[in-house]
């Protein structure tokens, strides 16, 4: 009998950096790539149209209620948070986005993130949930996210 079992998983990788670019923070963090994100790798793979549209962005946000599969938002979203991917590249099996969010965005006590395919709205692919990332007014923060297909 054959049984093939496919499984999405992720990897967040998140820096944050002062003014004169020093690593303040930096840790990795797993993710759950949710329901809404699993549907959305399925019908990418019937690319007969452009939808669905593809990952673009990255949005940080406050809520600290655990990932769930049926999250399709941000639990609390920082206001003017998500950002255009810096890159997203793929090698083998391996997707991996870059967001670069600037002084000035993203401010706060961040707690989550995820990935989406539209700059407010659209699909969500990912969401994780963190310990407290403190972004300053004046920091920088960079998060590498890799999605896993195997």
């Known amino acids: 009998m054959l049984n093939d079992k496919l499984t999405v998983?992720?990897?967040v990788f998140v820096k944050v950096f002062d003014e004169q670019g020093n690593v303040k923070d930096s840790r990795e963090i797993k993710n759950l790539v949710v329901t809404a994100g699993k549907t959305f790798i399925a019908s990418s793979m019937l690319k007969?149209?452009?939808s669905p549209a593809a990952m673009t962005h990255m949005g940080l946000g406050t809520g600290t209620t655990a990932a769930a599969a049926g999250d399709t938002a941000l639990q609390t979203p920082i206001a003017s948070s998500r950002v255009t991917f810096s890159s997203a590249t793929s090698s083998t099996n391996v997707v991996t986005y870059v967001a670069s969010f600037p002084a000035g965005t993203g401010t706060g006590a961040v707690t989550e993130a995820g990935i989406f395919n539209d700059p407010t709205t659209g699909t969500m692919?990912?969401?994780?949930?963190?310990?407290?990332?403190?972004?300053?007014?004046?920091?920088?923060m960079s998060i590498t996210w890799q999605i896993t297909v195997s």
């Open 9 to 11: 998983t992720g990897n």
């Open 48 to 50: 007969t149209t452009n």
């Open 125 to 140: 692919l990912c969401r994780t949930v963190f310990s407290v990332v403190n972004k300053g007014a004046n920091d920088a």
